[in-house]
């Protein structure tokens, strides 16, 4: 009884330890945030189709004339693969950032699965013709086409990922092309490499059904929609991979870029993970934002320059 009573005061007496309150979660950005900044313009734009959207904007250091050829960046915007949704210019920030750091920019656009000859094969064919018009116009714009990285968002994180997939496109293939541009080093910020994973998780700011659209319903011709469109199928790549995503970003679930890391170093690619705080999906994008500042510093470091 006496013990009974001893443990009912301890009880009582106990100081209750008080709890602290979860910080609060922190204010990411939103697309106004990044699009009401002054927008700046590219130094030439070129044709490479009929199509408004058959483009390429192109970047250039300035004052750098005669002092040899530019390091190019080719760039490629996401959207989820809907052209109503983005176009190359909602990369403009981040490409004039480059053009004022030394880098030269290939920003490419191409149509999306909303538009006519979008979807299988025209997206994917205009992303590839887009990047190999750098090998006919690098001349013009004194560019060098040996020291090449490509950097996607978003849906562009996909495309960026397949145009350095592109020399392991099987000849059977509709998108197969003999000589592709050759990229050396890709980065995808927040994208979505792999596509049957997309059409499968709910959970993606894109949604499932937008994957049909892109790869288009099997054929007796393309029996598997993913064999020629979807990275991990054309793993390894021989290219380093870097991939930076946000844990916070409400578009693109984490998963997306844990498990095709994955893939890659399974596959015995070179790929590496960049987890940036207190960052979602507008961020990526964004200049003078951490994870921006991580995606430059990949590509000064590649092309041996400083920031």
Request: positive net charge; aromatic residues 6%; hydrophobic residues 40%.
């Amino acid at each position: 009884m006496i013990r009974l009573a001893f443990l009912a005061l301890a009880a009582i007496s106990t100081p209750v330890m008080a709890q602290t309150p979860a910080p609060p979660p922190p204010k990411l950005l939103t697309w106004p945030d990044l699009t009401k900044l002054p927008k700046p313009t590219p130094d030439a734009t070129v044709d490479y189709g009929i199509d408004p959207m058959q483009k390429v904007d192109v970047w250039l250091p300035k004052g750098a004339r005669g002092k040899g050829r530019f390091p190019v960046v080719v760039m490629v915007h996401g959207g989820c693969w809907t052209t109503s949704i983005a176009d190359r210019s909602l990369m403009n920030w981040i490409a004039d950032d480059l053009r004022n750091a030394g880098i030269a920019v290939w920003n490419i656009d191409y149509r999306g699965v909303d538009r006519t000859g979008g979807g299988y094969p025209g997206t994917f064919a205009d992303a590839a013709t887009a990047a190999d018009q750098l090998k006919v116009s690098a001349k013009t714009f004194n560019l060098d086409t040996r020291r090449v990285l490509a950097i996607g968002h978003s849906a562009g994180g996909h495309l960026a990922l397949w145009l350095a997939a592109r020399p392991k496109i099987p000849a059977s293939s509709s998108l197969h092309t003999a000589q592709p541009l050759r990229i050396r080093q890709v980065i995808s910020l927040g994208g979505l490499p792999d596509l049957e994973a997309t059409a499968t998780n709910a959970d993606n700011g894109c949604g499932t059904e937008v994957v049909a659209k892109l790869v288009g319903a099997p054929t007796p011709q393309h029996p598997d929609v993913y064999a020629d469109t979807s990275v991990p199928r054309l793993l390894p790549l021989g290219v380093k991979q870097d991939l930076i995503n946000g844990r916070e970003d409400r578009i693109i679930p984490f998963v997306m870029a844990t498990d095709y890391i994955a893939k890659a170093k399974a596959a015995g690619d070179t790929a590496t993970l960049h987890t940036i705080p207190a960052t979602g999906h507008v961020e990526l994008i964004t200049p003078e934002t951490p994870a921006w500042a991580e995606a430059k510093r990949l590509i000064l470091t590649y092309f041996g320059k400083s920031q």
